[in-house]
């Protein structure tokens, strides 16, 4: 009943006398024992196979066999080539090969294994063996038994499933996102390796609930968890954390640029619009982004950076994406005492109106001003309306201070001459309540203002809600006698449909499609026009927000916005101010500022490290752009050196002195600096915490973890070339 390889055989092949005793056989005649295991293979309960010394099978029972197939020769092959090891999902690929064991002569038992090649099916089995030996201990191959387990191994499987991915949307659930970022950052920090994770969450997902029903919303989570699939880079583990909230892992990625590109591409997809049963929603989501080892090397610390980071982005504005940085924490700290302070500001009255003049493209003649929020805190000084208003939206206070700031706006253009307008932004809070109908024209009485002279600006994101409603607040506002502006057209909703029922006055260009607009790369240029031609098309007017240099300004006139908005003519200016230029009659801004577009420089006032050759200097860093700075500190320091600086949290920057003069060095970086997805700049890649420890970082200094390196450095070996200055003077003033 044996099969063989090679020689035929008349006798079986034996097993010791020990074992055959045990067994219960030796009392058996040979063709009796042969019965006993035919008729035990026939049963499936189990099979039997056997190697010859170089682990050719030479053995398998016939029912075995038939699993590859009736054509395949299975007799005479190599074990190794007919079946696989697969490891465990959180196993890292540590299981080893099948090859592997038989080579080393290992005894396994139950091993599962995949059968190669059996007819395009998953065949699993449970494979048991040993080495077997002569009585001079010369190897003969192995013997031993195998087990059909492929019912009972899909029925593991199914239910591993369940209990590890979202039965809603298919994607890994909490419990094993959880153990995946965990085996993965174990496995990845012998090896020194970094890992991304991104978080985030749904923006107005709770309005889709509330407006279409909890059933859209799950088709809605559905069709976010597709969108994720198909944006993000192969190897990314997506994951439900439960809600409208959802975890990326992104092995091997610490390229900071690069991860910006994937989450801005990410918000992109996920605010396009959603067809569901019938009817249109439109959300958007936020992104925190952490990367191990810099952030964090265990598992709750690198989350719960991202979670600060994701924090962060709703903080700003919502649509936003975040790097985790050390000043998060007291970020964080800082919003909740906004938010309680805030609830007061408007009874201090320490809210103010300001007011930025839009003027003729061509003339330079003002044709209005848009009324722009300011908090004068009495101990904070003046509060970014980025910082506040996202905070205000959260706190649903938004409503009220719209009311507010509508009746303010109305009040004062009241005092100007009737030929100019004022323009005040509505929130999609605000505009999809009830009340903003009687609330603009509460305003409008009160002020005793043309309703002509009222425009309103709104976002795309107001037609995230339900249809019916929309249209039916344009047409009651409409009624009223306002215009009514598209602010930041092009930016995140934009729908033709929409922009051709609503009944608009006016498309804003967003300041994102002015910057770089004159650049030969650039294709904003393309978009103005498009834009404008739209916009003339269906009678609009339309305003190019933001120009700030001289080049900006010719060519979005040339391209034929009619008016223009930003700093080239004026920064926004209280009442008082506003009211001493009217007064003298003088309605016509000239327009001041560079004569071409540069990359933007931030004044930025604070301490970093600066390296040349082996020595560390202090140096004040004045203002930064994406591809240069300017640092206070240093003397003697000749134009062309290299230095390095030390941007602080392993971010180092290579640059060249362009400019010097006295104490003040002009640097311009080798590598351009890239967006931190808020209103600042960072580095693509930061120097390993490993390798900083190796260079003697204090661990305090590090991010919380084991990283059992020695540090053999013992500072400078020359005495510095450059001459440090004091620079605390300077420090005090910019503060």
Same mark, same amino acid.
């Given at each position: 009943m044996f099969r063989t390889f090679g020689a035929q055989r008349t006798d079986p092949v034996r097993v010791p006398d020990a074992e055959a005793t045990a067994a219960g056989l030796t009392s058996l005649s040979d063709s009796e024992r042969l019965s006993i295991i035919d008729s035990f293979e026939q049963s499936g309960t189990v099979w039997l196979w056997a190697t010859d010394p170089h682990n050719r099978l030479i053995y398998l029972s016939p029912s075995a066999i038939a699993c590859f197939g009736e054509d395949r020769r299975v007799i005479g092959e190599q074990i190794g080539t007919l079946v696989e090891t697969r490891p465990d999902e959180d196993s890292e690929g540590q299981t080893r090969p099948f090859s592997f064991l038989i080579s080393a002569r290992t005894k396994f038992s139950d091993l599962r294994v995949r059968l190669i090649g059996a007819g395009g099916k998953d065949v699993w089995w449970a494979l048991s063996g040993k080495p077997a030996y002569d009585g001079e201990q010369n190897f003969l191959g192995y013997r031993g038994s195998v087990k059909d387990i492929t019912a009972s191994y899909e029925e593991q499987v199914t239910s591993s499933r369940l *209990? /590890?991915?979202?039965? +809603?949307?298919?994607?890994?659930?909490?419990?094993?996102?959880?153990?995946? +970022? *965990?085996?993965?950052?174990? *496995?990845?920090?012998?090896?020194?390796?970094? !890992?991304?994770?991104?978080?985030?969450?749904?923006? =107005?997902?709770?309005q889709v609930n509330d407006t279409l029903g909890h059933p859209a919303g799950d088709e809605l989570l559905r069709q976010v968890s597709q969108r994720l699939e198909r944006v993000v880079p192969e190897g990314t583990e997506i994951g439900r954390l439960g809600g409208d909230e959802f975890q990326l892992i992104l092995p091997d990625v610490d390229d900071r640029g690069k991860l910006g590109d994937i989450a801005l591409r990410t918000i992109q997809m996920i605010s396009q619009p959603y067809s569901i049963e019938g009817s249109r929603a439109i959300i958007g989501t936020s992104v925190g982004i952490a990367v191990a080892p810099y952030d964090g090397i265990e598992p709750d610390e690198l %989350?719960?950076?991202? @979670?600060?980071?994701?924090?962060?982005?709703?903080?700003?504005?919502?649509?936003q994406y975040r790097f985790y940085s050390n000043d998060l924490k007291d970020s964080a700290q800082d919003r909740r005492e906004i938010e309680e302070e805030l609830r007061d500001a408007l009874a201090r009255g320490d809210l103010e109106m300001h007011y930025q003049p839009c003027v003729d493209a061509?003339?330079?003649?003002?044709?209005?001003?848009?009324?722009?929020?300011?908090?004068?805190?009495?101990? =904070?000084?003046?509060?970014?309306?980025a910082t506040f208003i996202p905070i205000a939206e959260d706190s649903n206070l938004i409503v009220a201070i719209g009311e507010w700031a509508m009746k303010q706006a109305c009040r004062d253009a009241a005092e100007w001459p009737d030929t100019i307008g004022v323009a005040v932004n509505v929130s999609a809070q605000q505009f999809s309540s009830d009340e903003l109908p009687r609330t603009v024209s509460n305003a409008l009485a009160a002020s005793g203002l043309d309703p002509a002279r009222l425009e309103l600006e709104v976002t795309e994101s107001v037609f995230m809600g339900d249809t019916y409603a929309v249209e039916k607040m344009f047409g009651e506002l409409k009624k009223i006698g306002v215009r009514l502006a598209l602010d930041d057209f092009g930016t995140g909703y934009s729908s033709l449909g929409y922009l051709k029922k609503a009944p608009f006055d006016k498309i804003k260009i967003d300041q994102s499609f002015v910057r770089g607009c004159t650049e030969d790369s650039n294709s904003n240029a393309a978009i103005i026009t498009a834009i404008v031609s739209l916009a003339q098309a269906t009678g609009m007017d339309t305003t190019a927000e933001g120009v700030e240099a001289m080049d900006e300004l010719k060519l979005v006139a040339n391209l034929g916005a009619k008016l223009v908005q930003g700093f080239i003519f004026s920064r926004a200016v209280p009442q008082a101010t506003l009211m001493e230029k009217l007064q003298d009659g003088n309605f016509t801004y000239e327009p001041v500022g560079p004569s071409k577009h540069r990359s933007e420089r931030r004044s930025v006032f604070r301490r970093i490290g600066v390296i040349h050759e082996d020595h560390h200097y202090e140096a004040l860093l004045r203002n930064l752009s994406r591809t240069g700075a300017m640092i206070e500190g240093l003397l003697d320091v000749p134009v062309g050196t290299d230095l390095v600086l030390?941007?602080?949290?392993?971010?180092?920057?290579?640059?060249? %002195?362009?400019?010097?003069? @006295?104490?003040?060095?002009?640097?311009?970086? /080798?590598?351009?600096?890239?967006?931190?997805?808020?209103?600042?700049? !960072?580095?693509?890649?930061r120097i390993s915490p490993y390798a900083l420890a190796a260079a003697g970082?204090?661990? *305090?200094?590090?991010?919380?973890?084991?990283?059992?390196?020695?540090?053999? =450095?013992?500072?400078?070996q020359r005495p510095p070339r450059f001459m440090q200055v004091d620079v605390?003077?300077?420090s005090q003033r910019a503060n």
């Open positions: *209990a /590890e991915y979202d039965s +809603l949307t298919g994607l890994s659930n909490r419990h094993r996102m959880s153990k995946r +970022l *965990a085996a993965t950052l174990n *496995a990845y920090r012998v090896e020194q390796r970094s !890992c991304a994770i991104m978080m985030l969450d749904l923006d =107005r997902f709770k %989350v719960k950076a991202a @979670d600060l980071a994701l924090y962060a982005a709703k903080g700003g504005g919502r649509g061509k003339t330079y003649k003002v044709r209005g001003f848009e009324a722009l929020m300011r908090w004068n805190h009495p101990e =904070r000084g003046y509060i970014s309306p030390d941007l602080g949290q392993g971010q180092l920057v290579v640059g060249q %002195v362009r400019r010097s003069q @006295d104490a003040t060095q002009g640097l311009s970086f /080798e590598t351009p600096l890239v967006s931190d997805g808020a209103d600042g700049l !960072c580095t693509r890649h970082m204090p661990l *305090a200094a590090l991010p919380a973890g084991n990283y059992s390196i020695q540090s053999d =450095r013992h500072g400078p605390t003077s300077s």
